[in-house]
């Protein structure tokens, strides 16, 4: 049925965009503000902040390490890679697509909090809530970015990929040393 990736970028963002309601486009304007790099920034200071605060130092830098790593990849790639955007995006973005940046950010610093909150919170329904909150954002921040047609589903997923790997080899660099 799909020979390409690019067949089905395409018939998967057709079938998403098919779907808009005026409540949605909203809901989605305004989830999509939690991955973009203001955001990121604001949440990502705060929260080192208060973890070098508590005196958590590796903490804080796996956090800035995962973020900051992850966004300077994800703009590498970006101009390596080429990729223009879908042409039926809600407005226009002057930027290419792949990898997602908000796909990569949502992942890089909510999958960041998540390790987090395994380290230094003890099991229970905090820890279980707060890392359900992230695992949806993350999910919906991605979403967002097809729903709102700025990126295809593979680029989301790259941007994903990109950042869970980021943080996986970000964890192993720092816990060796």
Same mark, same amino acid.
């Given at each position: 049925?799909? *020979?390409?990736?690019?067949? +089905?970028?395409?018939?998967?963002?057709?079938?998403?965009?098919?779907?808009?309601?005026?409540?949605? @486009?909203?809901?989605?304007?305004?989830?999509?503000?939690?991955?973009?790099?203001?955001?990121?920034?604001?949440?990502?200071?705060?929260?080192?902040? +208060?973890?070098?605060? /508590?005196? /958590?130092?590796?903490?804080?830098?796996?956090?800035?390490? !995962?973020?900051?790593?992850?966004?300077?990849? %994800? *703009?590498?790639?970006?101009?390596?890679?080429?990729?223009?955007?879908?042409?039926?995006?809600?407005?226009?973005?002057?930027?290419?697509?792949?990898?997602?940046?908000?796909?990569?950010?949502?992942?890089?610093?909510?999958?960041?909090?998540?390790?987090?909150?395994?380290?230094?919170? @003890?099991?229970?329904?905090?820890?279980?809530?707060?890392?359900?909150?992230? %695992?949806?954002?993350?999910?919906?921040?991605?979403? !967002?970015?097809?729903?709102?047609?700025?990126?295809?589903? !593979?680029?989301?997923?790259?941007?994903?990929?990109?950042?869970?790997?980021?943080?996986?080899?970000?964890? /192993?660099?720092?816990?060796? /040393?």
């Amino acid at each position: 049925m799909f *020979q390409t990736i690019d067949q +089905w970028d395409k018939f998967f963002l057709q079938y998403v965009l098919s779907g808009h309601t005026a409540f949605l @486009d909203n809901f989605f304007l305004i989830l999509t503000q939690l991955g973009n790099s203001s955001s990121v920034i604001i949440i990502t200071v705060a929260l080192a902040g +208060w973890l070098i605060y /508590k005196n /958590k130092i590796s903490t804080a830098k796996v956090l800035l390490l !995962s973020v900051i790593g992850s966004a300077l990849l %994800g *703009q590498i790639l970006k101009h390596i890679i080429g990729r223009p955007r879908p042409e039926m995006a809600l407005y226009r973005l002057d930027s290419f697509s792949f990898p997602s940046g908000h796909a990569t950010s949502a992942l890089a610093l909510y999958g960041t909090i998540i390790y987090i909150v395994f380290k230094l919170i @003890d099991s229970g329904l905090k820890r279980t809530a707060i890392i359900v909150c992230c %695992g949806v954002m993350i999910f919906l921040i991605g979403f !967002s970015r097809i729903y709102l047609g700025f990126h295809y589903l !593979s680029d989301v997923l790259g941007g994903f990929v990109l950042a869970g790997v980021w943080l996986l080899l970000t964890l /192993k660099f720092l816990k060796r /040393k």
